[in-house]
Structure formats: C-alpha cells, structure tokens
C-alpha cells in the first residue's frame, strides 16, 4: 500500500543549530515529492518540490532536501534555524499512477526552536 | 502575492446541520481542491475538480459532502448533514495546473456540537 512517512513527531533544536527532518514513502511507482510548512493559525506553505532531474533540490527560506531513490527518502534539511522555523512540517507525495492533486501528506514533524 | 481565501476562519454547527465552507482560489487557477484535518491527525486529501467537475474524491468524500464553482470566483465545500467525527481544519487549494505547486488557505475549522 501506498503510504508517507515521518518518523519523527516532534524535534527540539536551537536556534542556529542544523535541522534535519525525515521523509519515507513505500510504493513501487515513481514519486513527485513535496514539503510543506504550516505556521500555526495558517495555511500550508510549499517549501520545495522534487519530480526528476537534480536530485538535490532548493527552497525557499533557506530549505533544501534531497531525494534518494535507494532509501526511499526525502530528507529535509536547514543549516541553521532560525526562530520563525518553529512550526510543522509535512512531506507529501503524488504518485505519478494517480491523478494529479491526490497528495497523500505525512503525518508531520513540530519543531520546535530553544534560544 | 496572491493568495487563497477561506471564510469563515471558525465555523461551530449543531450536528445534523448543513454547513457550507467558502474558498476563493487565486484568480488564474484553475484545478481546486478540499483537503481536511482532524485534530492530531494527517491532511487527507477529499476532492479535487476542475472544469466544473470533480476529477477525483476520496472514500471520505460520501453523499454527504458536495462541491460547487457557483460563480467565477468561488468555490464551496458542503457538508448536508453534519456528524461530529466532521469536526476538522478544512483547507481549500487551488493550482494553475494540474496539482502543481498547489496553494493553499488558511483553512476553517469546523466545530461540530
């Protein structure tokens, strides 16, 4: 069965220390991968999105991740937090036997950032 | 930057009631989408449609849930007869192409009583 997963429900870091979150799908088809950021009280803002080519990809507010076929992942990572990082974060994926639009969302990281 | 609506922020029903939830996608898009999350849970994705109809819905998506562009700009969500378990944070998403960079609203969050 098709299914996304983070492992980690919730990571403490300090401000300026590296993040690193963790994304897994199973599933045989090829993925279009996605991260999401929700804020609390706010909507879900698209961080960065994987569908082929340079298996390293950039964000936005200084977010990258990487796609690694061989471990199924889609880590997500930040050299150095910043306050306003505090909040959820959701891997999603498309697979590309489905119909656009039926992303199936992780069930999230909260991260959480110490002074 | 423009951005998805969603009214109103916080929706408190009595069970059994119709409710409807409202989105305005971004002017130019063109495929929209309801997603919804219960408290401590994942988004699950409910429907998406596009050219006036819907293109796929989920198993959760049942009889009691419909959804209409009734004008240019708008872009519902109706629950007919609410139940509790329909307590959730509803989001509304809207892409200029099919489920690319999808956008997404602040959400509603629907309380059933």
């Known amino acids: 069965a098709q299914s996304v997963t983070q492992p980690d429900i919730h990571i403490t870091v300090s401000e300026g220390a590296s993040l690193e979150l963790r994304c897994n799908y199973s599933?045989?088809?090829?993925?279009?991968l996605f991260w999401y950021v929700q804020s609390p009280g706010q909507g879900l803002q698209l961080l960065l999105k994987?569908?082929?080519?340079?298996?390293l990809v950039q964000g936005i507010k200084g977010f990258e991740a990487e796609f690694k076929r061989s471990q199924s992942s889609f880590n997500l990572r930040k050299p150095s937090v910043h306050w306003s990082d505090a909040a959820e974060y959701f891997c999603?994926?498309?697979?590309?036997?489905?119909?656009?639009?039926?992303?199936?969302f992780g069930a999230g990281t909260q991260v959480v950032v110490t002074p | 930057e423009p951005e998805v609506t969603q009214t109103p922020s916080h929706q408190v029903t009595q069970m059994g009631q119709e409710v409807i939830l409202r989105c305005v996608p971004i002017?130019?898009?063109?495929?929209f989408y309801w997603y919804r999350q219960i408290l401590g849970q994942k988004v699950e994705f409910l429907v998406s449609?596009?050219?006036?109809?819907?293109?796929?819905k989920s198993e959760i998506f049942d009889d009691q849930f419909s959804v209409e562009r009734p004008d240019g700009s708008n872009f519902t969500l109706k629950i007919r007869s609410t139940k509790l378990e329909d307590s959730a944070m509803y989001f509304c998403?809207?892409?200029?192409?099919?489920?690319?960079?999808?956008?997404f609203g602040d959400g509603t969050r629907l309380s059933i009583l």
């Open positions: 998403a809207s892409s200029e192409g099919e489920g690319v960079d999808q956008h």
């Open positions: 599933y045989g088809a090829t993925p279009y």
């Open positions: 994987y569908f082929s080519g340079d298996t």
């Open positions: 999603a994926v498309v697979w590309t036997t489905d119909s656009w639009g039926k992303f199936q």
């Open positions: 002017s130019n898009h063109l495929y």
């Open positions: 449609f596009y050219n006036n109809e819907i293109s796929e």
